[in-house]
């Protein structure tokens, strides 16, 4: 009786879910709503078609079969298209057009034939996405005043995991030609904006996805994620595998014309990787907060990650610069912002030929803390115009006694590298670090250096990691892949995440002529010509008294680098370009002269000043 009664009871709800799914299984399943035509409106037309998916509850598909005999179709929008607003999300695919095709390797392969050009639309956005679940992929998208795509949260909804795969924004067809979006430069506007604005309920921007499109020539960001506006949030977006200031080919520059990606007031825990962002106008990555200076407290930008992509060439590697800096922490082009900390540069970016440095971080005067914590981490920088890391952006930041300072990332010591020995393949480089936390708790990295003019960095390859072993900040390292001639450079991060500017450039010796000099010996000196700091190595193959010195060209003493007794041994001795009264020297050419028992001889150097 028991098992009938409970077969009964089944059976009624079973009854009883189909018969609700007769009744309303319009409201349960999503629609196919098809485009048809390239008109402004009416039956057919791409505005009918999603303002019958915002009508409808559930995830309908909005595909494309406009009658063609090849090529590009564009809709030309006469005003703003309506915005996405149904929570269950609609798939706008372009991919559905017969002919269109992502191909193999998107963005480089896409081949799209539905364009949306917002020429005659007035001010607005290509496609507005104010609600979650939304996919748009497989569309040309250019010519708007505003945002090509606006992911924007706001009082009406969250705007959470919408997908913006496998589209062009900011070009023609073709990817080769400049039709940006936000062309009248009224506000900052970008290719792809995801962003909150401030609501009763705290609308939130997070989990959004931007993969593999081509994203060029926008005004002002290729794709800014912007937030927080109180109350509310902006975190946990995903930019994977776009173009972002390139033609298609990844070879062309048609930069965006202010950052490729920008995060910015507030935004965290968003992840950047495997992009080619190269060619833009001000920053190929740009972290910053603001200060916030008579409202409250600032506003920090922090936790992100920017990995593994490609910052200032071409995918194939050739120069393709960023015209300001590769990453900038706290800078927005000639811009200081400030309040960014706590986030990862790292691992396996490559960062070069930049017009500004590799990467800078600023600090704004607010606090002495609002850009600490910035991790640099394993990337291979080189052949930027400055520095490959600069703290503050002002040139080579030299260590103090102690590590006392404050600054962006604490103007935290770079490590000192004492002698780099190469012996049957393996290279030991040992050296110290004097930073103001446990050095024992710090991580020293090394890299082959890019020779910087400065002498300082940059690092090109990184070559491996190792901890201090003692209070005394003593550390040891064995790595492969150098040769006799090489350099080295080296950066520490402390326990706190702050990681210093790249350290001065050591040249790899063979271990047997360090360990035991023969004779006398006066090197050229390194970097030559120098800007900030050159270093000069001298060999003593028996304890005498030893005097280095620098004089110009009418033999007059400008300073005495080094004299009392020295033991045999290989030594360095670096020179900032000031005499003995601690002035700098003027720009032109200098001789260094060594002086020992029985030994004299003299060198040239030039100082750019």
């Known amino acids: 009786m028991k098992k009938l009664k409970m077969l009964s009871t089944l059976t009624f709800s079973i009854c009883s879910l189909w018969i609700f799914l007769l009744l309303v299984p319009e409201n349960l399943h999503g629609r196919i709503y098809t485009v048809a035509n390239i008109n402004d409106s009416g039956i057919g037309s791409l505005r009918a078609a999603i303002d019958s998916a915002n009508n409808h509850v559930g995830y309908d598909t909005i595909d494309f079969g ?62 507005w996405i104010r609600c979650d679940n939304n996919r748009i992929q497989g569309l040309i998208i250019n010519n708007f005043e505003q945002d090509g795509i606006s992911i924007e949260a706001g009082p009406w909804e969250n705007a959470a995991n919408n997908q913006i795969y496998w589209n062009i924004i900011g070009l023609d067809p073709t990817g080769t030609m400049r039709k940006g979006n936000g062309w009248p430069q009224a506000a900052l506007w970008a290719g792809v904006r995801i ?11 997070f989990d959004n996805h ?23 949030d ?5 930019i994977i595998g776009n173009y972002i200031g390139t033609d298609i080919s990844g070879l062309v520059d048609l930069g965006n014309f202010h950052e490729g990606v920008c995060l910015c007031e507030g935004t965290h825990d968003n992840f950047v990787a495997d992009n080619l962002i190269s060619g833009n106008d001000y920053d190929g990555v740009g972290i910053q907060g603001y200060n916030n200076e008579g409202f409250g407290p600032p506003i920090q930008t922090q936790l992100n990650t920017v990995t593994n992509n490609i910052i200032g060439l071409a995918i194939d590697l050739t120069p393709l610069p960023n015209t300001y800096h590769g990453v900038a922490v706290g800078e927005y082009g000639p811009n200081k912002w400030g309040c960014a900390d706590l986030n990862q540069i790292g691992p396996d970016n490559t960062i070069a030929y930049n017009g500004g440095d590799g990467i800078a971080v600023w600090e704004d005067y607010i606090n002495d803390f609002n850009a600490d914590g910035n991790l640099i981490t394993q990337n291979s920088i080189y052949d930027n115009d400055s520095l490959g890391i600069d703290l503050q952006n002002d040139g080579v930041t030299f260590n103090d006694p102690g590590d006392p300072d404050t600054g962006p990332n604490e103007e935290l010591n770079s490590p000192v590298i004492d002698s780099v020995v190469y012996s049957a393949g393996n290279t030991t480089i040992t050296g110290t670090v004097d930073i103001d936390t446990d050095p024992t708790q710090a991580v020293v990295e090394v890299f082959k250096a890019k020779v910087d003019p400065t002498g300082f960095g940059e690092g090109e390859i990184f070559l491996g990691s190792t901890n201090p072993v003692n209070a005394a900040g003593d550390w040891s390292i064995v790595v492969i892949g150098l040769n006799v001639g090489d350099t080295v450079t080296a950066t520490t991060t402390d326990m706190y995440n702050n990681t210093s500017e790249f350290c001065n450039n050591v040249t790899v010796a063979q271990a047997g002529l360090e360990e035991e000099p023969v004779r006398y010996e006066l090197r050229q000196n390194y970097p030559n010509p120098f800007a900030n700091s050159t270093t000069i190595q001298y060999a003593i193959p028996k304890t005498t008294h030893v005097k280095l010195s620098v004089f110009d060209v009418s033999g007059r003493l400008i300073k005495v680098l080094a004299e009392g007794v020295h033991n045999p041994s290989y030594y360095n001795v670096n020179w900032n370009g000031k005499d003995s009264s601690g002035r700098k020297v003027s720009q032109g050419v200098y001789f260094y002269r060594l002086e020992a028992k029985g030994y004299i001889t003299s060198k040239k150097l030039i100082f750019l000043r």
């Open 210 to 232: 931007v993969v593999e499109n081509l994203v060029s020539a926008n005004y002002a960001e290729g794709i800014a994620v912007i937030g927080p506006q109180l109350p509310g």
């Open 195 to 205: 962003h909150n604005v401030a609501g009763d309920f705290s609308p939130m921007a």
């Open 234 to 238: 902006v975190f946990g977006n995903q």
């Open 66 to 127: 406009i009658p063609s005999p090849g090529g590009v179709l564009t809709i030309s929008p006469l005003s703003q298209l309506s915005p996405l607003i149904d929570p269950s999300g609609v798939l706008i695919d372009g991919l559905t057009q017969p002919g269109a095709t992502a191909g193999g390797n998107p963005p480089a392969t896409l081949n799209l034939l539905i364009e949306i050009d917002g020429i005659l639309a007035g001010p607005a956005h290509g496609i």
